[in-house]
């Protein structure tokens, strides 16, 4: 007698096992090392993807606003540049236009046309800040260094017109700090077209790069009404089907004499807003060249009642050899620094200001060589 054994069949369905699936909710900050700034978010996750978000700020505040309540309004322009330090020069120029509009003057004509011309310049620099890093975080980090590569050059260009990189404080509400220097046009457009190779070839390695379509698009949807909703603007109102661009609704500088197309997505997502980024990259580097071919000789800056100002007449009064009133000169002082030290200073301390640091109320009031 032969014993069989009995063996399952190997396609026979076996019983799903029954698991309880929950979201989970994950809190990022308010101080994280992700976020630049101190805001907190409270994530419900799927797996690894954000199914909701909220989002609570307020846990920082710099005091813009009240601070630029004091001093005239060129004291204002330092702050702005760190509104949005990728693209300061945009928020410049967008602050002078509104005081400029509220002083009823107007800018000369060259002064509009580098306003247009450092303006994309700086749009140009921001957007290969975003996409390079959104690239990094999905594992890109090739294109991330190519996109920092680039933005490198036309900071190089930025630099050469201002004096700085980021924090440049460059626009004067009737007009900006200082003319182009010789020799810009040639290299900005020789610049322009290094970046234009670059993103050739962050475009082949990501638009159809399947990991990075998996991860963009049907992600972060915002719908046209949405968008509208919640008053987006710039690429982020584009990127969901809106073809909102104040430079052409609302044209201001010399927009209005320039060519250049309003790229928009159909489908809100993040795919959308990076093609839409990407294009505007190359309508930016279009304004830049059109601006460049047609900018005007001529005056750079008008006074608060918009009269013309020679160069001269903006150079610091000191550097033209004019202190007759600045020795000895005192000022009001913040009364932490009213004369606190002078007494200590003078029963304990030398004359001779080689060895000794002066009183405080000295370092802040006064040039003087003897008291400094």
């Given at each position: 007698m032969v014993k069989t054994t009995?063996?399952?069949?190997?396609?026979?369905?076996?019983?799903t096992p029954q698991f309880e699936t929950k979201h989970m909710f994950l809190n990022l900050g308010p101080s994280h090392p992700a976020m630049h700034g101190i805001v907190q978010l409270i994530v419900e996750l799927d797996g690894e993807r954000v199914v909701k978000s909220d989002v609570e700020i307020g846990y920082l505040h710099r005091a813009f606003e009240k601070e630029s309540e004091r001093g005239p309004y060129n004291n204002v322009i330092p702050y702005t540049d760190r509104l949005n330090y990728v693209s300061p020069l945009i928020n410049n120029f967008g602050y002078?236009?509104?005081?400029?509009?509220?002083l009823g003057i107007e800018v000369t004509e060259r002064c509009q046309y580098i306003r247009v011309i450092m303006s994309e310049l700086s749009r140009v620099t921001d957007h290969l800040t975003c996409i390079g890093a959104s690239a990094m975080e999905l594992g890109a980090f090739t294109v991330f260094l190519y996109m920092i590569k680039a933005r490198e050059w036309l900071w190089e260009l930025i630099e050469l017109v201002t004096g700085a990189?980021?924090?440049?404080s460059y626009g004067r509400v009737g007009g900006l700090k200082a003319d182009l220097p010789e020799?810009?046009?040639?290299?900005?457009?020789?610049a322009m077209q290094k970046v234009r190779e670059v993103l050739l070839e962050c475009d082949t390695l990501l638009t159809r790069n399947r990991i990075?379509?998996?991860?963009?698009?049907?992600?972060?949807?915002?719908?046209?009404?949405?968008?509208?909703q919640y008053a987006f603007t710039g690429p982020f109102l584009r990127?969901?089907?809106?073809?909102?661009?104040?430079?052409?609704?609302?044209?201001?500088?010399?927009?209005?004499?320039?060519?250049?197309?309003?790229?928009?997505?159909?489908?809100?997502?993040?795919?959308?807003?990076?093609l839409v980024?990407?294009?505007?990259?190359?309508?930016?580097?279009r304004l830049i060249e059109q601006a460049l071919a047609k900018i005007p000789e001529g005056p750079l800056n008008v006074d608060f009642e918009g009269?013309?100002?020679?160069?001269?007449?903006?150079?610091?009064?000191?550097?033209?050899?004019?202190?007759?009133?600045?020795?000895?000169?005192?000022v009001q002082l913040d009364p932490t620094l009213e004369g606190s030290t002078r007494g200590y200073h003078d029963a304990v301390n030398a004359d001779e200001r080689r060895a000794v640091l002066p009183a405080k109320e000295d370092i802040y009031g006064n040039i003087h060589p003897s008291s400094c």
């Open positions: 009995e063996f399952s069949t190997p396609h026979a369905p076996r019983p002078c236009l509104a005081v400029e509009r509220l990189r980021l924090t440049i020799g810009f046009s040639e290299r900005t457009l020789a990075f379509v998996d991860r963009m698009q049907g992600t972060g949807v915002i719908s046209k009404e949405r968008a509208i990127g969901s089907g809106v073809a909102l661009d104040t430079r052409k609704s609302q044209p201001y500088f010399v927009y209005d004499r320039l060519s250049f197309d309003i790229p928009t997505g159909q489908h809100g997502d993040n795919y959308d807003r990076y980024r990407m294009e505007e990259m190359e309508q930016s580097m009269r013309l100002l020679p160069a001269d007449v903006m150079v610091d009064e000191a550097k033209m050899g004019r202190v007759a009133g600045f020795k000895q000169a005192r």
